[in-house]
Nanobody, 118 residues
Framework: QVQLVESGGGLVQPGESLRLSCAAS???????????MGWYRQAPGSQRELVAE???????NYADSVMGRFTISRDNAKNTVYLQMNSLKPEDTAVYYC?????????WGQGTQVTVSS
């Protein structure tokens, strides 16, 4: 199996920044098959939505609402995906979930709370 451990959430004021990290551990063969790494979020009363995903530095995808403010990156040697979040807004408040997937399986983290409030 593969486990994803997220870190970096917290409470910040509007305009501030946070950096989320998500590291995969467990079955090495399954980890080696991971192709896409991404971040999703779910606010209270809302459906889970894609925030950003990455296949390579040249192949990324962002939600329109975070374009230009968030940056996704990955370190394959560490099996880790990052989400740098700048200029945070109250509407970014949600539980952020890491997702890493191969063509066979999809793995999810437990979620980390991000709260943006003055």
């Amino acid at each position: 199996q593969v486990q994803l451990v997220e870190s970096g959430g917290g409470l910040v004021q509007p305009g501030e920044s946070l950096r989320l990290s998500c590291a995969a551990s467990g079955n090495i063969a399954n980890i080696a098959r991971i192709v896409v790494m991404g971040w999703y979020r779910q606010a209270p009363g809302s459906q889970r939505e894609l925030v950003a995903e990455i296949i390579s530095a040249a192949n990324t995808n962002y939600a329109d609402s975070v374009m230009g403010r968030f940056t996704i990156s990955r370190d394959n040697a560490k099996n880790t995906v990052y989400l740098q979040m700048n200029s945070l807004k109250p509407e970014d408040t949600a539980v952020y979930y890491c997702n890493q997937r191969s063509i066979f399986r999809s793995y999810w983290g437990q979620g980390t709370q991000v709260t943006v409030s003055s």
